[in-house]
């Protein structure tokens, strides 16, 4: 197994306040602003633009033309858009969380569904669906 020493600047400023015969003011950690990756697109995002999102990412389960997962398919069923769900109050929620911690998805994935669901999951006609809206 390999050790290795990992040094930050307020290390080795340390290490050579404690080992100066001088007075050293102490450092102070600046605060740095962590911005939000995602850039929200000019225009609403609509189905269309997060199909292929679902296609390669959900519908192995939650197709039921290509899967029997009824466990997966109660949360949402995506052969058609709007989703058929058996959680409507919850489903915008589950969908945005799914956005968020989904590892296989790329960065621009992850941003594209996010604003999709922040615009308010609107249909390729520009209307949202029949679900419970976020709050």
């Known amino acids: 197994m390999k050790h290795g020493l990992w040094l930050t600047t307020a290390h080795v400023a340390l290490f050579a306040a404690c080992t100066s ?6 450092m102070v950690a600046e605060e740095v602003e962590i911005s939000d990756p995602c850039v929200t697109p000019p225009v609403a995002a609509r189905y269309a633009d997060v199909a292929p999102i679902f296609v390669a990412h959900c519908d192995k389960c939650h197709n039921a033309t ?16 709007p989703f058929a769900t058996d959680r409507p109050d919850t489903l915008l929620k589950d969908l945005r969380h799914m956005f968020e911690v989904r590892e296989a998805l ?3 994935q992850r941003c594209l569904g996010l604003a999709w669901i922040a615009a308010g999951a609107l249909d390729d006609s ?8 976020l709050e």
């Open 21 to 26: 015969d001088k007075m050293v003011e102490p």
């Open 106 to 108: 790329s960065a621009e």
């Open 66 to 81: 290509l899967s029997e997962n009824a466990k997966a398919q109660a949360v949402f069923e995506s052969s058609g858009y």
């Open 126 to 133: 520009g209307q949202p669906p029949p679900w419970t809206p």
